[in-house]
């Protein structure tokens, strides 16, 4: 099994930044990509951002030159660099993984528990 565990949320103020860190860990054996996405209060879960492993990156419209992801295969890590936060940003952010776990040829969907991230002043 493929465990990921996120880092970073917390309180931040308006124009503030945070940056998010979400580690894949147990029988993991390869990340075909790994994302980030958000549910805000009363809303459904969204899609933020992903990064590949090739290092590609793919943004929602909404965090387009603000936020930055970016990986390390070698360490199974993705981080999210969150800068000129808004209130609208504030969610539970959640990782996103498509791995194979050690001697399973399947790639299966992993998600995290969950970091919040509250802009406010």
């Known amino acids: 099994q493929v465990r990921l565990v996120e880092s970073g949320g917390g309180l931040v103020q308006p124009g503030g930044s945070l940056r998010l860190s979400c580690a894949a860990s147990g029988t993991v054996f390869s990340i075909t990509s790994m994302g980030w996405y958000r549910q805000p209060p009363g809303k459904q879960r969204e899609l933020v951002a992903t990064w590949y492993s090739d290092d590609s990156t793919a943004y929602a419209d909404s965090v387009k030159g603000r936020f930055t992801i970016s990986g390390d295969n070698a360490d199974k890590t993705v981080y999210l660099q969150m800068n000129n936060l808004k209130r609208e940003d504030t969610a539970v952010y959640y990782c996103?993984?498509?791995?194979?776990?050690?001697?399973?040829?399947?790639?299966?969907?992993?998600w995290g528990q969950g970091t919040q991230v509250t802009v406010s002043s």
């Open positions: 996103n993984a498509f791995a194979s776990a050690t001697m399973d040829f399947r790639v299966l969907d992993y």
